[in-house]
């Protein structure tokens, strides 16, 4: 046996998790990992937890700077701020991937691999290396084949709002034949606004409702990918059935690696109608913000009630058909394989710009001129 063939068969000997953590800020996300991590210790399993928010720097949002420099409009800097944000994200992943590449040999990112905290990763890396030698008892192995390795759940905590978020995850875990599940922890947002307060360096409230806005929680009827999901609520505290009902979505998981699909229409079909599920899911979302706002406008405006209730009535077929071509539209233009590549978000961002435009022309011919001219 060459050494090839003995580091991949070391390297698939132990069962492998990627589980997902996902919900608002202060939601419970981190508590519940360090509840998990005690847990496998005492079911003789290894764990490690990456946090986006370690690994990412607090920058990755920041685009004063590509304001001053280029002086670009609003909406193109927004559009580099989430290209910058994703590379990050992108980032995190590639290094999971290497991790799953090579479990046991922990060394530094590779030169391609810069945008996230370098530091963090290391000190993770350590972590990781030292549960690998020493879970289960004292004595330190001189080799990994001295005995099986345990199994190893990795938990990515991050708010994972959209579903193509956690779709990456699933892929990686289908490609490198590894076990995948998802824990939703749901706590209402007025608690995590209030816990948010609590931290030494709490996030912008009105950040934590924006996200509560787009959450998309695991949804197991619309994505098949997603069935190995649970929901735990937190706004209170974990109790030992919840831990317990976790545990047994991981060992489902650790039991049942994922395949990697070759050639398999039925499940890229699949991928299809989930990614355009998500792309009209978030465009409704978007869309019908921008209708309340112009709502609103009109209503300070004093425009008579029965000239609101026809501008709700024509704001609301107009979205109506919006979503519907925008649905065509998209399951048209997407290719038939690599679904994953797809930018979700940049189809939407493009897919709201086209309705702002025309939910403007609608306000337009209820509204005097130099009225709309603010309300877009």
């Given amino acids: 046996m060459d050494l090839n063939e003995d580091s991949v068969n070391l390297r698939c000997a132990p069962g492998i998790c990627l589980c997902v953590l996902c919900g608002l800020p202060a939601a419970g996300k981190s508590t519940l990992a360090q509840a998990v991590n005690s847990h496998t210790v005492q079911r003789g399993?290894?764990?490690?937890?990456?946090?986006?928010?370690?690994?990412?720097?607090?920058?990755?949002?920041?685009?004063?700077?590509?304001?001053?420099?280029?002086?670009?409009?609003?909406?193109?800097?927004?559009?580099?701020?989430?290209?910058?944000?994703?590379?990050?994200?992108?980032?995190?992943?590639?290094?999971?991937?290497?991790?799953?590449?090579?479990?046991?040999?922990?060394?530094?990112?590779?030169?391609?691999?810069?945008?996230?905290?370098?530091?963090?990763?290391?000190?993770?890396?350590?972590?990781?290396?030292?549960?690998?030698?020493?879970?289960?008892?004292?004595?330190?192995?001189?080799?990994?084949?001295?005995?099986?390795?345990?199994?190893?759940?990795?938990?990515?905590?991050?708010?994972?709002?959209?579903?193509?978020?956690?779709?990456?995850?699933?892929?990686?875990?289908?490609?490198?034949?590894?076990?995948?599940?998802?824990?939703?922890v749901h706590c209402p947002v007025e608690s995590c606004v209030r816990r948010n307060q609590l931290r030494p360096r709490p996030l912008p409230s009105d950040v934590i409702v924006e996200m509560a806005r787009r959450m998309e929680p695991p949804d197991p009827q619309r994505n098949t990918w997603e069935q190995n999901s649970v929901t735990l609520d937190s706004e209170h505290h974990f109790t030992v059935e919840y831990i317990q009902r976790l545990v047994k979505v991981i060992s489902t998981a650790l039991e049942n690696p994922l395949s990697p699909v070759q050639d398999n229409a039925e499940q890229k079909e699949a991928d299809r109608q989930s990614c355009v599920s998500s792309v009209v899911h978030q465009a409704d979302q978007a869309c019908r913000r921008l209708v309340s706002q112009a709502m609103q406008g009109a209503r300070e405006h004093q425009l008579p009630p029965e000239r609101m209730r026809s501008l709700a009535a024509h704001f609301n077929q107009s979205k109506t058909r919006f979503l519907q071509d925008l649905r065509k539209q998209v399951l048209h233009s997407l290719p038939l394989t690599r679904v994953e590549s797809v930018d979700v978000e940049r189809l939407v961002n493009r897919a709201v710009d086209v309705f702002n435009k025309e939910k403007q022309e609608i306000l337009e011919r209820y509204l005097p001129l130099r009225d709309t001219e603010n309300e877009g």
Avoid at 47 to 71: C, N
């Fill in 45 to 184: 399993w290894r764990s490690t937890v990456i946090s986006y928010d370690d690994l990412i720097p607090g920058d990755a949002f920041d685009v004063k700077e590509v304001e001053d420099e280029e002086d670009m409009p609003r909406s193109q800097t927004v559009l580099l701020q989430q290209t910058k944000w994703k590379l990050h994200r992108q980032a995190v992943l590639q290094c999971v991937e290497r991790f799953l590449q090579s479990p046991t040999e922990l060394g530094q990112l590779p030169p391609s691999i810069d945008p996230i905290n370098s530091d963090a990763w290391s000190r993770l890396l350590h972590a990781a290396q030292v549960c690998g030698t020493s879970v289960g008892s004292s004595r330190v192995y001189p080799s990994p084949l001295d005995r099986p390795a345990p199994p190893l759940v990795i938990l990515l905590d991050d708010n994972f709002y959209y579903p193509s978020m956690r779709y990456e995850v699933y892929q990686l875990a289908r490609k490198h034949s590894v076990g995948f599940c998802q824990v939703y």
